[in-house]
């Protein structure tokens, strides 16, 4: 059921990807995307495509870890990543069946202590997700909140949860483009 939802996102953002796409394209020229070395279901290592919000040259670092990252975001970049549009290109990983419209958020090959405790509790055996219970639920940044939360969605997974999870993140997404 979750795939069929998955399709029918897709398919209602198509036209956001394709007007993207033009738009990084016609402005910045070379790859719209950017992709970035993951840590997926069972830590294995996967490419991960976004729009790319970034000029080339920013460090390649959690968004969190950035003092002022503003100063790296491209001529548009700032709203597309702020209305989480450059997350649209990972709906084609779910598709794929790599990805996972809600679970963990994918880490970085370099955040060991997330990738530590994942494999600990087993959270490392989800496939990542395009939205994360953490993401959504998070009231600070802190990894070990993040954490947690990740670990309650592990063993409180379920349909239902999924439904009330792609709400809350509608909802924050409103709120913040408004």
Partial sequence: MIYIITFLITLFLLPFFLLILFFLIVVHGGNPFFFSKRIGKNNKIFLMPKFKTLIDIAPIKSTESFINIKLFYIIG????????????????????????LIG????????????KFRTKHNICKLKPGIIGYAQIFSISNSI???????????????F????????????????RIF
């Fill in 144 to 158: 070990h909140e993040k954490n947690r939360l990740d670990k309650f969605y592990l063993e409180n997974k379920s």
């Fill in 104 to 115: 963990p958020r994918p880490i970085l090959p370099s955040q060991k202590l997330i990738k």
């Fill in 77 to 100: 970049g700032f709203f597309i990543k702020k209305c989480g549009l450059d997350e649209i290109p990972q709906l084609f990983l779910v598709l794929l069946g790599k990805m996972n």
């Fill in 160 to 175: 239902i949860l999924d439904i009330k999870i792609i709400l809350f993140s509608i909802i924050l997404i409103i709120k």
